[in-house]
Structure formats: C-alpha cells, structure tokens
C-alpha cells in the first residue's frame, strides 16, 4: 500500500503543475492582445494623424499689368503668287534664263521652247501673205484697165466683172493668209514664257529637254516684288478677337528681329479638324523674311490687371480647369479658374483668383479638398 501511495502523490503533484504553465501562458496572451487592441484605438482615434501633413511650395497670386495676346503660328509667303505654265499648244524647253531668287521685270523671259515647228510656219505665211499682196495688186490693176475701156466697148461685160471679182478674191486672200500670219506668230510669242509682272522667282520646275504643256505642273511661281505676309492658324476660340487692322508683332525662326506688321484678311472658315482659323498679316519687304520660313506673331488686344501663375499650379479634369488653395487654418481648397492665356512666365487667369490667394505650386495631384497640409518657408519653396 505504500508504493500505491507514493504513485499516487507524484502522479498529483505533475497535474497540479500543469494548469500553473497554462495559467502563466493564457495571462501573457491576455496582456498582449491588451497591447495590441490599445495601440490600435490609440492610432485610430479620432482627431488623430498618424503620419505628418505633406509639404507643399505656395505662391502668392497677385494681380500684373498684363496685355492680352492672341498668338499664332504659320510661315512666310509672297503676298501675290501666280503659277507660271506654258500657253497654246506647249512643247519642249529649250532654254532657261532665271533661277529661284532672281528679280525679275515685267515681259522679261524666263524660258523658252521649242520652236522648230512654228518658226517654219511663220516664215512659210509671211512669205505666203507677199505673194497674195502681188496677186492682188495685179487683180486689181486689170480690175481698173477693164473699167477705163468699159465705155468703148473693147471688153464684154462678162471680162469686166470677172475681173472685179478676181481683184475682190485676191483682196479677201490677203486677209486670210494675214490672219494665219498673225495666228502663227501668236502661237510662236507663247514659245517664250514669260513674266506677267515684276517679282521675285520662288520656284522653278522647269528643266531643258522637259516637254511643257498648259495643263502639267506649273513652270515657275512668281511673287510679287516688295509684297510679303504672314498666313498664319488661330485658334478659334482667338478667331473673333481679331480683326483687320491691328498691329502684329512676328518673328522668324533664326531671326533676331521682330518685324511689325497689319491684319490684312481674317479667314471665314474654321477648319473641322484641328478647329483652327486663318488670318493674314501684311509684311514690308525684308531680305530675312523669305517665303516658307516659319513664323510666330503676336497681336496685343487689352492691357489690364489679371493674376499670373506658374503653369504646373493649374490643374484639369471632368469639371474643368482648377488650383489649389491654401487657407489659413492649412487646409486645402479647390477653386475653379479659366485660363486667359499663355506666357513664358506662366498662365494668365482670366477668372476664380482675385489677388493674395496662397496657390499650391507643387504636389497639387496628390493632395485633396480639406487636408491638412505643411507650406514650406519661400526659401525652401524656391529651391
């Protein structure tokens, strides 16, 4: 019985350990789900941020004396081009006498064809109209001996008008043969194709041995001398801005001097595709400003006082043009802007910003309505 005994009180001093570890370990547990579910309400609390607010540049948006200005892109162009091909029946060059940049005047020759067809012809009529002259000088000359002798009988009445008639058909043969004449050196005169006024040559596609004719391509384009402008593309929305008459402001790629012009003509179509309208602005002649050259111009509408921000503060999406604002409790704010123009400075704002308004330069994409945000000092913002 003693050996049963002392079994059996090992036996319960081993269970009565046990529940003592599972005690211990169940109150561990117990502890860091405490921990844990207090680290959350406190991170969750509300009122509470967990991370620091974002850093953002602001600016200052004042109010400039600004004029406003339409802009537009296009190229230089002769004011006055005409396609110069050859006339009549055409032919082959033989010659040419200018090339692309001459001046040239008014009648002067810019090339000429082939005239080993016409030039016969015309010497065949003229010698052909001599020969009708003589003929009809000797009708005419029997016409008049018949009429001297009618009265003496010598001739029947029959000769006479034979005569007359023959005087009268050699008269009418004079003319016909004059009128071929003159239609020969007609066609020979358009052999040599020339200039139909004073100008300036600005393409040539002509070539000896090319064979020309009055509907292939054009021969050579003139412009007229001294006459240059600008055509250019506006955007529609600028189109009605514009009128005939205002003072434009171009320049050339290359070209350090800005050259002053008028509006000439302002276009009366809006091209479907890209939206965009014409307008022409009168040049003065000027050695740098050649046809084909590319060309930016200005026309100053209004002056007046407008808020000038930098371009990376505007925003866009489904509800139109936008800034962010920052108030003075730092939160953020939207406002909503229209856009009156483009300047190397940055955007011109028409309306939403009336002056002193603290706009975010940077990090406007990432930030919404109603967060606190940090502004950085001005040097901070400028770097």
Known sequence: MSDVDSNRGGFSARVASVPRIILWTLAGLFVLMLVGLWRVKGASAPGETATTPPLVSVVEARAEELADV???????????????????????VSALFVEVGDRVRAGQVLARLDTSLVAPQVSSLEASLEESKANAAL???????????????????????????AAVAAGAKVKVVAAQLSEARARLRRTDVAAPFDGIVLT??????????????????????GAVEMRGKVAESDLPRLSPGQVATVRVTGVDQAFTGKVRLIGAVIDPQGRLGSVRVDLPGHRDLRPGAFARGEVQI???KRPLIPQTAVM?????????????????????VSVAGARPEGLVIAAGLEGGERVIVTAGPYLREGETVLVAPPAAAAS
């Open 302 to 304: 209004a002056k007046g």
């Open 204 to 225: 040539r596609a002509a070539e000896v041995g090319q064979v020309a004719g009055p509907g292939g391509t054009p021969l050579f384009r003139l412009g007229r001398a």
């Open 316 to 336: 866009s999406d489904a509800r139109g043009s936008y800034v962010f604002l920052v108030d003075a409790q730092g939160k953020v704010l939207r406002r909503a």
């Open 139 to 165: 009708a005419q000359a029997d016409a008049r001996r018949a009429q001297a002798v009618a009265a003496s009988g010598a001739l029947a009445v029959q000769e006479i008008e034979r005569r007359e008639a």
């Open 70 to 92: 339409v802009s537009f892109t296009g190229e230089i162009a002769a004011r006055d081009e005409a396609a110069i091909s050859a006339e009549g029946e055409g032919g082959r």
